[in-house]
């Protein structure tokens, strides 16, 4: 699928589409994470435009005898669309997501840098799901 390196069909093809802005902070991380990985913006002129739409879910699981969560269970989940700017025409309408658990403890600093950490993760394997969807379907349009 990637012949030629960077300078191949479907490398040339997906450094194509442009990505639109996602609303929220783990839009701007899947969108960071998806411009780094299709190399988005070396070209002038796109061909495709993606389209991303964010649902995150962050919440609690195990609960310990007095009734406080120990356990807790991050979300993100992505419809994205890949249309293609010259004739309109939606190329791809997919889905991807992605969870992690959090381990709830005493220091709610701790906790929060878990919930960060997992957010980043989450946006970059994602982003992972999508571009390699995206490449795949370039790949067979051809």
């Known amino acids: ?10 490398a040339r093809s997906v450094a194509a589409v442009q990505v639109s802005a996602i609303e929220g902070k783990a839009g701007w991380l899947v969108r960071n994470s998806l411009t780094d990985r299709l190399g988005a913006g070396m070209k002038q002129d796109p061909r495709y435009r993606l389209d991303v739409r964010l649902d995150e879910k962050l ?4 609960l310990l005898s007095d009734d406080a969560i120990s356990r807790e269970r991050r979300t993100l989940r992505a419809r994205y669309q890949l249309v293609d700017l010259r004739s309109g025409t939606i190329m791809l309408d997919a889905t991807a997501s992605a969870d ?42 051809r």
């Open 1 to 10: 699928m990637y012949a030629g390196g960077g300078s191949g069909e479907v």
């Open 100 to 141: 992690a658990g959090i381990d709830v403890v005493s220091s709610e600093y701790a906790v929060i840098a878990a919930e960060q950490t997992a957010l980043e993760n989450l946006s970059h394997e994602i982003a992972d799901q999508i571009v390699t969807r995206v490449a795949t379907r370039l790949r067979q349009s």
């Open 59 to 62: 919440q609690g699981l195990g």
